[in-house]
C-alpha cells in the first residue's frame, strides 16, 4: 500500500496581503514534503489596494479588483479558514477565535494589513467612510451611487491615496453627469508630503483643475453628522465624508508577547522575522523592519513577497535566512482622472499620460499573477484494453454503461458519500468539549470523561417506539477541520429525520492522516468541536467512538434515535377468515333464530 507523507510541521498564512499571496504561491509552485499549509483569513476575497481609485472612476469592475484565495488554496492544495482571527498565542504556537478552538502553528507568516485609526477624529467612526477595509469602503460606496450621488464631498487625507481618490470621486460623480462640491482636508501644508515637491506641485494643480477645494495646514478636531469640525470653532458642512488616513494595528495584537515597535506594529528583522520569536515572520502594513522603517504603501508588500517566501523555506531547512534591503527610493504613480497620471521617483516628478498606462500594465501583470493560476485538469482514466477484449459482441448499451461508471470520469463527484493515539484522543476530547460549554452547549449532552471506546451502552426507547440508527462518513468535502465536523454530524442526524426518527445518540467515526501529536491533536481537536457544536444544537449526545489514522482524512457519526413503534400488519387472509367468521356467527346466533 502507498503511504502519504506524514504531516511533519504546518506553515499557517495569516492574512491574504500582498506579500502572502506571492509566498503562498511560491510553495504552490514547489511544495515541500510534509509541510502542510493553512491560510486563515476574515475575507475570502482579497482586494489590491493600488487598483481602488480606477475602481472608484468605473475603469475596473469589482472581479478586477479581487484575488480569490479559495481558488489560491486550491491551487496550493492549502486548508482555507474563513474566520476572523482574534488572537495570537505566540509562545504556544497557537491563533486565537472568538467561537472556535484554536489554530496550531509550527511557523506562522502575518500579513493582515493595517485598520484606519478611527480614534484619531472625535466622531469619525460614526460619521465618515473610511477606505480600509476595502470590502466595507466598496459596499458603502455603492450605497452612495445607488441613493443618487450626493452633491457636497469631503476627502480627509492629503497623502497621495487621499488625493487620487478625490480625483477619481468628482470624475465619477462627473460621469454620471453632477458636478459635486469637494474638498480636500490635510493636516500638513503640501500635499503627499513623502513625494518629491515638483510631484506635489503637479498635484496641487491636478486638483485645482478638476474644480476641487483645498484645505490645507487644517487638522480636523471633530466629525458630527454632516459637519466637520476644527480647533478654530469654524465647520464645513458635508452630504458625504471620506477618510483616507494612517493605519493602525488590530487592537488584540497588543495582548500578544509578540515584540512591537512604538506604534504597535509587529517588529520583524531585515529577514521579516519577528525579534521575539523566531518562528514568527511578519510583512506588509502591518510589520516595521527594525532600523529600516519605510512607508506602509503597497509596493514594499508586494516587494516584500518574494524575500518572505524564500526565509520561511530557509527557516523551515534550518539554513541561514536573507536579509532585505527595502530601497530608499521607489516608482510611484498616481492617477489624475484625465487619463494622465504623476510619476514620482526620489526628487524627480513628472506628468504625462503615458504614466497612466504603464499604470494600469503594472496593475494588470501583477493581478494576472494570481487571478490566471492554471491547474492543469489529469486526463479522465481510460478502460484497460485487455479488459475489453472479448466483450465486442455484447450489446452497445453494455459496453457504454461500462464506459459511463464515475471511475472514467475526469472529476469524480465527492457528494454524499489502526487506532489514533489515546493521549491524541483524550486532549482533543477535553478542549473540544471545554470549548462547546463555554460557547453554551448543554453540559449533559457532552461526552463524559473516558468515553475514549468503541462501544457505548444505549438508553432503551420510550414505551412504545422503536430504535433508529444510521451511519454516515464523509470524505474532506471541506479544507476546514471545524465545519467537516460540523457538517459530518448535520449530514448523519439528517438520515434519522428522513425517517421521521428523533436522534439521541452519536458515535463518531474519524480517521486522521499521519502526522505528529501536535498536529494530530488539534485537527482532531477541531473536528470534535464542530461536531459537538452540531449535536448540542439537535440535543444529541456523543457517547463514544472510534478513531484511526494513515490516509486520507474522513469524518462520520453513527447516530442512533427513536420513532414511534407501528402496529402490526394483519395478514390478508386472516383478517379475511375474522370477518367471515364474525358474519356466521351473527347470522346463525340463537337470539336472530328465536321466533318473534
Not at 83 to 98: R, V, Y
Not at 221 to 236: E, L
Not at 487 to 492: E, K, P, Q, S
Request: charged residues 15%.
Amino acid at each position: 500500500m502507498k503511504r502519504e507523507p506524514p504531516i511533519l510541521a504546518d506553515l499557517v498564512f495569516l492574512g491574504g496581503g500582498h506579500a502572502q499571496i506571492a509566498a503562498i504561491k511560491s510553495f504552490a509552485m514547489n511544495p515541500v514534503a510534509g509541510l502542510r499549509l493553512t491560510i486563515v483569513t476574515a475575507h475570502i476575497r482579497t482586494p489590491y489596494s493600488g487598483m481602488l481609485p480606477a475602481y472608484v472612476e468605473g475603469v475596473w469592475d469589482d472581479d478586477d479588483l479581487h484575488i480569490d484565495l479559495a481558488h489560491l488554496a486550491q491551487f496550493s492544495g492549502a486548508r482555507l479558514i474563513v474566520a476572523p482571527c482574534t488572537g495570537i498565542d505566540a509562545d504556544g504556537h497557537k491563533l486565537m477565535f472568538d467561537d472556535r478552538p484554536p489554530l496550531h502553528f509550527d511557523i506562522l507568516s502575518i500579513n493582515i494589513g493595517g485598520q484606519p485609526d478611527l480614534g484619531a477624529i472625535e466622531g469619525a467612526a460614526d460619521h465618515v467612510i473610511p477606505v480600509k477595509p476595502i470590502a466595507e469602503f466598496q459596499k458603502a460606496f455603492d450605497d452612495l451611487l445607488a441613493a443618487g450621488l450626493p452633491n457636497r464631498l469631503a476627502v480627509i487625507g492629503g497623502g497621495a491615496a487621499g488625493c487620487e481618490l478625490a480625483l477619481a470621486l468628482n470624475k465619477r460623480w462627473r460621469d454620471h453627469g453632477a458636478s459635486p462640491q469637494m474638498t480636500l482636508y490635510s493636516r500638513s501644508t503640501r500635499l503627499m508630503p513623502q513625494m518629491a515637491p515638483r510631484a506635489s506641485h503637479l498635484m496641487f494643480g491636478a486638483l485645482l483643475d478638476a474644480g476641487i477645494k483645498l484645505q490645507l495646514g487644517r487638522a480636523v478636531d471633530k466629525i458630527d453628522a454632516g459637519m466637520i469640525r476644527f480647533g478654530d470653532n469654524t465647520s464645513d458642512a458635508f452630504d458625504a465624508c471620506f477618510l483616507v488616513s494612517a493605519v493602525r494595528p488590530p487592537r488584540w495584537l497588543s495582548t500578544t508577547s509578540l515584540a512591537l515597535d512604538d506604534s504597535g506594529f509587529i517588529a520583524v528583522h531585515p529577514t521579516l522575522q519577528s525579534k521575539s520569536h523566531a518562528n514568527i515572520f511578519a510583512a506588509g502594513d502591518i510589520a516595521t523592519i527594525s532600523g529600516s522603517p519605510r512607508p506602509r504603501a503597497g509596493v514594499f508588500a508586494v516587494r516584500a513577497g518574494p524575500v518572505l517566501a524564500k526565509n520561511l523555506r530557509k527557516y523551515l531547512h534550518g539554513h541561514a535566512l536573507k536579509r532585505w534591503s527595502a530601497q530608499k527610493r521607489y516608482l510611484a504613480i498616481i492617477g489624475t482622472a484625465d487619463n494622465g497620471a504623476i510619476a514620482s521617483w526620489g526628487q524627480f516628478g513628472f506628468k504625462a499620460d503615458r504614466f497612466l498606462a504603464l499604470k494600469y500594465w503594472i496593475d494588470r501583470r501583477f493581478m494576472a499573477k494570481y487571478q490566471q493560476l492554471t491547474m492543469p485538469t489529469p486526463p479522465a482514466p481510460q478502460p484497460f484494453a485487455g479488459l475489453d477484449t472479448g466483450i465486442d459482441s455484447e450489446p452497445d448499451g453494455d459496453l457504454s454503461q461500462r464506459h459511463r461508471d464515475p471511475v472514467f470520469a475526469t472529476m469524480r463527484c465527492l457528494g454524499c458519500a489502526a487506532k489514533a493515539s489515546h493521549t491524541v484522543l483524550a486532549n482533543a476530547l477535553e478542549d473540544a468539549v471545554s470549548l462547546a460549554v463555554s460557547n453554551g452547549a448543554d453540559p449533559t449532552l457532552m461526552p463524559e470523561a473516558g468515553i475514549e471506546t468503541d462501544a457505548a451502552i444505549m438508553a432503551s426507547p420510550p414505551a412504545g417506539h422503536q430504535l433508529v440508527q444510521s451511519v454516515d462518513v464523509l470524505s474532506e468535502i471541506v479544507s476546514d477541520p471545524f465545519m467537516l465536523g460540523r457538517i459530518a454530524a448535520v449530514h448523519a442526524l439528517s438520515d434519522l429525520y428522513a425517517a421521521l426518527a428523533t436522534p439521541t445518540s452519536a458515535l463518531a467515526i474519524i480517521n486522521l492522516p499521519e502526522a505528529n501529536l501536535s498536529i494530530q491533536t488539534n485537527q482532531l481537536t477541531q473536528i470534535l468541536a464542530g461536531g459537538l457544536f452540531a449535536l448540542g444544537e439537535a440535543g444529541v449526545k456523543l457517547t463514544g467512538g472510534h478513531t484511526s489514522e494513515g490516509g486520507a482524512l474522513s469524518v462520520g457519526f453513527s447516530v442512533t434515535g427513536h420513532s414511534k413503534q407501528k402496529p402490526p400488519a394483519a395478514p390478508f387472509m386472516l383478517v379475511l377468515l375474522m370477518l367471515v367468521l364474525a358474519m356466521i356467527l351473527f347470522l346463525f346466533s340463537p337470539n336472530r333464530l328465536a321466533p318473534a
